[in-house]
Every structure is written in structure tokens, then in C-alpha cells.
């Protein structure tokens, strides 16, 4: 990997790491304020919000300026929304806000590994973006588990700042204001993240003609016969898996009568077989090969409906190990591609963002179709089923699509493959 990989993962391991404590502080926050529980459910479509409204923005602004600025701003934002939950604001408007920060900064994360390696690297970056990502995850719900927790919660409220009155003094605050640190840590590997010889796109300034670009954008990846797999089945994976964390979260205290500390630790299982599949697919996948995880999105949806029939951790463990293992199996290669056709077609950032703004509908839509059911007295155990319904479904929907597109558009597809095994770049 070229010089400058390795800023990038450690820039992304703290920033993501901070983001998953900061979501199991924000629900114990709400659970502790004594918020419904529809309010905690509605933290994962809230945090979604600014990836669909900005859209047609942070492409253009992660293409227009060095991606690690782009980086640096964002953490910052990030720590705006952490210091507004400190500070009284509405702990969804405020979780919204850290949404905004890592809206902005997704495009220039992903968008410097096309700038920086070439196609045939693409697949293992993406392993370890993905593994890291993962392993940042599995270690922030954990962190933020523990944050929370009656072992570090009271150390942490009783440290005393001379003069400063910190107004901190509930567990779930002590948790948030330790977490902004992580963001600072990621803001300083920011500003050590090389420039690289891609050209900048200026943004421009007419808001319409942005929107246009970004439907034109999207228009090409919908249109392109690989894009649109690879775009359709990343969006439903993530869709899915946004909100599979709260799920797990609350399946976790109706099946096994967990707390939030300890069922983060299983949202950290999942996470783990995650990882796992993603660093196998890193190493065993072709870009041009691809495709053929399809299977294993459908089979996921399955076994999603299977965690109904689990009330034994020690059978829970190794099922939700399994579960994530093929997630991770399933997203690299696609993700990989994905990226590949959106930078021949568009440019890193906007490509990225076309991508974001897909997936992070599928979670603002998924979360808020979720959180009207809680409100209405569904259980996780009816969500849970639901959720494994339209992932087996759509995914066979997509198998039958990607099909469909090798027997009519053989040409093209074969065309577009080539360039996948062969591209320089």
C-alpha cells in the first residue's frame, strides 16, 4: 500500500470508533432521561438525515478540496454535535448533527482510495477499511458499553477540573464527553494525510446546478450494469445493517433480559464476524468476480428471521458471529466495485456520495419504518422478521436483475468486467 494508507485507516478507525461509543451513550442517555423507546430507535434514521439532504453537496465540496481538510472539518462538526448533547439540546437534533459531521466526511473517506491506489488494490483497501471500520465498531459499542457502565461511569464523574464546572453529571455525559477526545485524536491524523496528485473539481456555487449534477450522477451509477448491482445490493446491506444495531440492542433486553452494557457486547459479536468475513473476502475476492456474493445476502435474510428462535447466549454468540461473517463476506467486493465503476464514471467524491445518499435512504427509511412500529407496540421480534423478509427477497431480486443484465446486456457486461480486471488507473 502506497505512503499515506495507513494515516487514513488510523484517522478512520478513531473517528468510527468514536461514532459507535457516542451511539450506545446516546440511547442510555435517552433511556435514562426517561425518552419512550421509539425516541431511541429514531437516533439511527436521525443520524441518517444530513447523509440524504446533503447529498448533492458533499461530493462536490469532498472533490473540490484535499480530502484530508475535508476529514478535519468534519470531525470537528462531529464534536459540535457532542458538545450540544452535553449542553441541553435534544439529544436526536443533536445526534443529527454528529450525522451531519460524518455525512460530510464519507466521501473523502472512500474517495481518496481511488485517488490513492489503483483498481487491483481497490478489493484489499477495501478489506481493510471494512475490517478496521468493523473493528472500530466492535470496539466502540463495547467502550461505550463500559462508558455507561456501573465499573468506569463513577471514575469518570468524579474527576474534578479545577475552576471549570463541567455541568457533567449523569453517567451517559460522562461517556459523550470522553468520547470527544477520540474525535480530536481522528482530527489530528487528519491533518497528517497526504495530498494526492488528483485534480480538484470546483464546487460552484449555483445550489441547482449541484442537484443537477448530483441526479445526473446518480442517473449514471442507476444506469451503468454493473453500478446498479453493486449500488443496489451495498444500499440494501447497509440499509439493514444501520439499524440491525439498535435491533440487536433491543432483542438483546426482550430475549435475553440484557442491559444496555451488556448487549452492546453482542452488537460487538456481530461486528467481529464482520470483520472476519470482510478480511477473508479482502484476500480471497476478485474485483470482476464480484457478483458472486449475491447468495449470501439472501442467505443473511434468513437467518436474521432465526434469531426469533434464540434465547441462549451461548447460542446467540456464535449465531450473530456467523450472521456478520457474511455480511462482511458480502459488502467488500461489492463496495470495491461499486467504487471502481463510480470513479471511471464520475469522480471519487461524487460517486461516493451518490452511494452514501442511496444507502443512507435505505437506513433513514428502514429506521423510521422501524421506529413507527415501536411506536405502535411492535415488538423486536416482529421487526426482526420483517427486516429478514426484505433482505432475503430483494436480495434474490437483485441475483434475478444481475442475471437478467448478463443475458440482454451480455456485451456491455463483459465490456465493463474487462476494464474491471485490466484498469490501471
Known amino acids: 500500500m502506497k505512503k499515506g ?21 446516546a440511547v442510555e442517555l435517552l433511556r435514562t432521561g426517561g425518552a419512550p423507546e421509539w425516541q431511541r430507535a429514531a437516533l439511527v434514521p ?34 459540535v454535535g457532542c458538545l450540544m448533547m452535553l449542553f441541553g439540546t435534544h439529544p436526536l437534533m443533536s445526534y443529527a448533527i454528529v450525522g451531519l459531521g460524518a455525512a460530510a466526511y464519507s466521501p473523502a473517506k472512500y474517495g481518496i482510495l481511488t485517488e490513492l491506489l489503483p483498481p487491483s488494490q481497490l478489493v484489499k483497501a477495501n478489506g481493510w477499511i471494512e475490517g478496521l471500520t468493523i473493528g472500530s465498531i466492535i470496539l466502540g459499542v463495547l467502550l461505550g458499553g463500559q462508558l455507561v457502565g456501573a465499573h468506569i461511569a463513577p471514575t469518570l464523574l468524579a474527576l474534578e477540573f479545577p475552576i471549570i464546572d463541567t455541568g457533567v453529571d449523569t453517567a451517559p455525559e460522562a461517556a459523550i464527553a470522553a468520547i470527544v477526545t477520540l474525535y480530536v485524536v481522528a482530527a489530528a491524523f487528519n ?11 470546483p464546487m460552484g456555487r449555483d445550489v441547482l446546478h449541484l442537484v443537477r449534477d448530483f441526479r445526473q450522477c446518480n442517473s449514471r451509477l442507476w444506469g451503468d450494469k454493473l453500478g446498479q448491482i453493486s449500488l443496489a445490493t451495498t444500499t440494501l446491506f447497509w440499509g439493514v445493517s444501520g439499524n440491525l444495531r439498535y435491533i440487536v440492542l433491543a432483542w438483546a433486553a426482550a430475549a435475553l433480559g440484557y442491559s444496555t452494557t451488556q448487549a452492546s457486547s453482542l452488537v460487538g459479536v456481530v461486528a467481529i464476524g464482520t470483520a472476519v468475513g470482510a478480511v477473508v473476502a479482502s484476500v480471497t475476492m476478485r474485483l470482476d468476480r464480484a457478483t458472486a456474493v449475491i447468495p449470501m445476502g439472501i442467505a443473511m435474510g434468513l437467518l436474521v428471521i432465526l434469531m426469533n428462535f ?16 457474511l455480511g462482511g ?4 467486493p461489492m463496495n470495491a466495485l461499486l467504487q471502481h465503476r463510480g470513479h471511471n464514471l464520475m469522480g471519487a467524491g461524487r460517486s461516493i456520495a451518490v452511494q452514501n445518499f442511496n444507502e443512507q435512504a435505505c ?29 432475503a427477497g430483494t436480495m434474490w431480486l437483485i441475483g434475478r436483475w444481475h442475471r437478467d443484465n448478463c443475458v440482454r446486456h451480455r456485451d456491455e457486461v463483459e465490456r465493463l468486467l474487462t476494464i474491471a480486471r485490466s484498469d490501471p488507473h
Not at 191 to 201: F, G, K
Not at 311 to 325: D, E, H, I, K
Open 5 to 25: 494508507f495507513s494515516t487514513i485507516m488510523s484517522a478512520q478507525f478513531f473517528s468510527s470508533l468514536a461514532d459507535n461509543a457516542l451511539f450506545v451513550a
Open 363 to 391: 437506513i433513514l427509511g428502514l429506521g423510521a419504518f422501524y421506529t413507527a412500529m415501536t411506536k405502535f407496540g411492535m415488538s423486536a421480534f416482529g421487526a426482526i422478521t420483517i427486516f429478514g423478509i426484505v433482505v
Open 46 to 79: 436521525m443520524f441518517a438525515f444530513f447523509y440524504v439532504v446533503l447529498a448533492p453537496f458533499v461530493g462536490a465540496f469532498a472533490d473540490s478540496i484535499p480530502k484530508g481538510r475535508v476529514m478535519f472539518v468534519s470531525n470537528t462538526i462531529k464534536v
Open 310 to 325: 434464540i434465547s441462549n447466549v451461548w447460542v446467540a454468540a456464535p449465531f450473530l458471529l456467523a450472521l456478520g461473517a
Open 191 to 201: 491533518l497528517y494525510i497526504p495530498r494526492t496528485s488528483a485534480a480538484l473539481q
Open 329 to 332: 463476506f458480502l459488502v467488500v
